[in-house]
């Protein structure tokens, strides 16, 4: 079946614009996750959601990063007036309801900040 | 946010060799673990999960040690094809709270 996908693969944008990431999970998938990665790191967690509902939003870096989840399915990661250290991976997984099962990871979307 | 560490390498590794490596992890609440391999520029897929018994799947054999807090990864008969970046990954059941990924122990097997 379909696995998880994002989009765009790749965004390239100037300083101070806003961008908006997309994911689409995997059909059934209740739990969405996004996380980002630079360069030679490790993953770093943003934001959980079970259903439409973000139970969990600690992660995000700044008030500059928010997400939204609608019908339980598709969701979108905006990151407005975008700086340079937003440059990295941004990669989204879906797995089945809790945390204790496998969680199945996107392409990811490698922003560049100009 | 809890912690899990993880040597960063590279582990450098001649083919056929037998490579382990561990990850330690600080919530005493984690109950689910689990090992993902990621290729340059890929995403994380699952490897293989940890059982509180230790678990093997083919060459590669996972173990967790509760007492110590830490689990294992050894790898048989290394290929060139094990060479990626391997994390672990702890949770503790109570939502994204307890989902930590280690930052990956690299490694390299050399022909």
């Given amino acids: 079946g379909a696995g998880v996908s994002q989009s765009p693969s790749n965004k390239v944008t100037e300083k101070g614009k806003d961008v908006e990431l997309r994911c689409d999970p995997i059909s059934g998938h209740t739990a969405l996750y996004w996380y980002r990665q630079s360069l030679g790191q490790g993953l770093e967690f943003l934001i959980y959601f079970q259903g439409n509902s973000a139970p969990d939003k600690s992660g995000l870096p700044s008030d500059r990063f928010s997400a939204e989840r609608t019908g339980g399915s598709v969701s979108t990661l905006t990151i407005q007036r975008t700086q340079q250290e937003d440059s990295a991976v941004y990669l989204c997984a879906s797995g089945l309801a809790g945390d204790y099962n496998e969680q199945f990871f996107g392409p990811g979307t490698r922003l560049t900040v100009l | ?111």
């Fill in chain 2, 1 to 111: 946010r809890k912690e899990v560490e993880q040597d960063p390498g590279p582990f450098n590794v001649p083919e056929g060799a037998t490579v382990a490596f561990n990850c330690t992890y600080s919530n005493s609440a984690s109950q689910s673990f689990f090992w993902y391999r990621q290729d340059c520029r890929k995403e994380p897929k699952l490897l293989m999960s940890v059982y509180s018994s230790g678990n093997e799947d083919g060459r590669f054999t996972a173990q967790l040690n509760r007492a110590s807090q830490y689990i294992s990864l050894l790898i048989r008969d290394s290929k060139l094809s094990d060479s990626a970046t391997y994390l672990c990954v702890a949770t503790s059941g109570g939502g994204a709270d307890g989902l930590t990924f280690g930052k990956g122990t690299h490694l390299i097997i050399q022909p």
